[in-house]
């Protein structure tokens, strides 16, 4: 039904000129634009190199791929150049598009992308007409024309969340922008308001429990308001009420680094980012006490401490969710040193599905089980892709003060059907950061429990229940194993050293591990952490801890440059 729609939109009245000046407001990445310059397109993974050919000819045509592609983020980054031969492929590629797909009979039309890609060609437009003949600016606005009709009928049938968002700011930006598109700006203006006050709940989270996804949703509402207000006509208050409620919660969910925690499908967001919409948003309200968005935040000195402390999201919103319950990162100053894993979705579906398992984030699991498993493809979405199932029920956090630092408390009961065992986690940090204690505890709760406890050591030949402690390490961190075995030395860029030991209830490995990272070619090898041992008992308890070592100053001049995360040369 979008493709009817999409050329039935086709044979409406077109726009004919913009209204007024557009804005541009999204940032692109300089490195990006000059490799699609030199013909090296990198999209989800995928590198394709054609230095001759036209954008739509170049590259496998994944779902991700195409994604990437027709949403056209790519003009973001020949932006960023914005001399004349940026200019002349940014023109070519969008006039290109416009022959190919432009009558509704291919890719590229459905209400998320066409609202991300209206939002690009509205932002630079000035960049793509500069210089076209009077036949190229035609077939753009007839274009645009096209795709705002397009949305206009088809803005209710996105999924709720990020790309209901993105299809009705779209619809926002093409009303106030584009001559003869005025009467969309209400409705969607309305359709707005409305998806604040359903799809943000009350302390600023959205039902993906994604960071990264949210950093998006707080980008257009602030693009959105920006956009009417300069228009002359005053944003819905429940417009400004979002944004009040989510502006605390992204400042929660960020690491000392300025990088956002990676769970549920985020990254760590593009650089500068974040920090560029909490200006926009002129939002200075610093993150209350308890949870955000699920998330437990502790930062005392110059650490930073965020544990998934809330069941996985459910139903449609958990297609990209992790098995990650009480799975934690840790940065220290301008350095990631403990991390999860991240998502694999741009490099396929096998590592799509491990990335999404419980073995790959920092928190204990039993062999051969996450504590959230995957179901069967969905049939309720067209992308087929698996739903969480069977999540943890009940996740419990409390945190408290101590003498000389902070305490959370955690558990879930992810394996209690499964193997009648509730995994609770204990997390002590110092107030002056340079160390934290940690303690796992694997114990059944009732006779039910017991019994199914019972019945997972048989099956086990009575060898017991094999479970895995994983603390996965950023490709910077240098891990050498030390003391026999007893302790881990890590060291950072930054110079600091750090030094991981256990109590000698499990046995304790370094092993390799995989750091996902959308932008990049393939997986970064990284290590692993591990303490794994068996448990033959109703309760089994390891301890662990992570401290600075004693001559690394609590303060250090870290120089050292970051590698730039979309290089083509891993």
């Known amino acids: 039904m979008h493709r009817v729609h999409a050329r039935r939109a086709a044979r409406a009245k077109p726009a004919t ?12 990445r300089v490195a990006r634009g000059r490799q699609l310059l030199a013909g090296n397109f990198l999209f989800a993974g995928t590198l394709t190199e ?19 592609m027709h949403g056209c983020t790519w003009l973001d980054d020949l932006a960023a150049i914005a001399d004349s031969r940026a200019r002349a492929k940014a023109q070519a ?10 009558n509704g009979k291919s890719d590229g039309w459905t209400p998320d992308l066409v609202g991300r890609r209206l939002i690009r060609w509205i932002n630079h ?13 035609l077939r753009f606005f007839r274009s645009l024309g ?23 700011t779209g619809m926002i930006y093409a009303g106030l922008s584009l001559e003869g598109m005025e009467r969309h700006v209400e409705p969607a203006i309305a359709a707005l308001a409305k998806d604040c006050e359903t799809e943000i709940d009350a302390r600023g989270g959205i039902a993906t429990r994604n960071p990264e996804a949210l950093l998006e949703v707080f980008t257009l509402l602030n693009w959105a308001v920006l956009a009417i207000s300069e228009s002359d006509m005053t944003p819905p208050q429940s417009v400004h009420d979002a944004i009040a409620r989510i502006a605390p919660t992204l400042r929660a969910l960020r690491h000392s680094d300025g990088g956002l925690a990676r769970f549920h499908g985020g990254g760590r967001g593009m650089d500068g980012r974040l920090d560029n919409a909490l200006a926009l948003s002129g939002n200075k309200d610093l993150p ?34 992790h098995a990650s319950t009480l799975s934690f990162e840790l940065t220290s100053g301008r350095r990631s040193l403990i991390v999860n894993c991240g998502s694999g979705a741009s490099f396929g579906p096998e590592w799509r599905r491990a990335g999404r398992a419980t073995p790959s984030h920092s928190t204990l699991g039993l062999e051969g089980y ?26 419990q956090c409390e945190f408290s003060k101590l003498g000389d630092g902070e305490r959370i408390e955690l558990s879930h009961n992810g394996y209690q059907l499964t193997h009648g065992l509730t995994h609770a986690r204990t997390i002590d940090i110092t107030t002056d950061g340079r160390g934290l204690v940690g303690e796992d505890l694997i114990t059944t709760l009732s006779e039910d429990d017991e019994d199914r406890f019972a019945k997972a050591v048989d099956q086990s030949n009575l060898l017991g229940v094999p479970f895995s402690i994983r603390f996965h390490l950023h490709p910077d961190v ?33 092993e390799p591990s995989v750091y996902l990272e959308n932008g990049r070619l393939k997986p970064r090898a990284t290590k692993q952490m591990v303490l794994s041992g068996r448990t033959m008992n109703y309760a089994t308890r390891v301890r662990w801890s992570l401290a600075k070592a004693q001559d690394t100053p609590d303060v250090v001049r870290d120089l050292a440059v970051a590698e730039e995360p979309a290089a083509l040369d891993d």
Request: no cysteine; hydrophobic share 40%; aromatic share 8%.
């Open 50 to 68: 054609a230095p001759s050919a036209s954008l739509w000819d170049a590259g496998n045509r994944s779902a991700l791929v195409l994604e990437e």
């Open 17 to 28: 000129a913009f209204v007024q000046q557009p804005e541009p407001r999204t940032i692109g």
């Open 93 to 102: 590629w969008v006039q290109d598009w416009i022959t190919r797909y432009g």
């Open 478 to 510: 240098d891990a050498v194993l030390d003391l026999g075995g007893a302790a881990i030395s890590l060291a950072l860029k930054s110079g600091e050293i750090w030094v991981f030991r256990h109590d000698g209830s499990a046995e304790l490995t370094l």
């Open 370 to 395: 996450s504590s959230s498993r995957l179901g069967k493809p969905s049939r309720i979405l067209n992308s087929g892709q698996e739903l969480l199932i069977d999540r943890p029920k009940r996740v």
């Open 146 to 168: 096209q795709q705002t009709i397009f949305l206009s009928r088809r803005w209710q049938t996105a999924t709720p969340g990020l790309a209901r968002f993105e299809a009705v």
């Open 288 to 321: 209350s006490e308890g949870l955000h968005m699920g998330f437990a935040r502790l930062s005392p000195g110059r650490l930073s401490l965020v544990v998934d402390a809330a069941p996985p999201p459910q139903g449609e919103a958990s297609v990209n969710g």
């Open 125 to 137: 437009g000035l960049f793509l007409l500069r210089g076209a003949d009077t036949e190229a600016s």
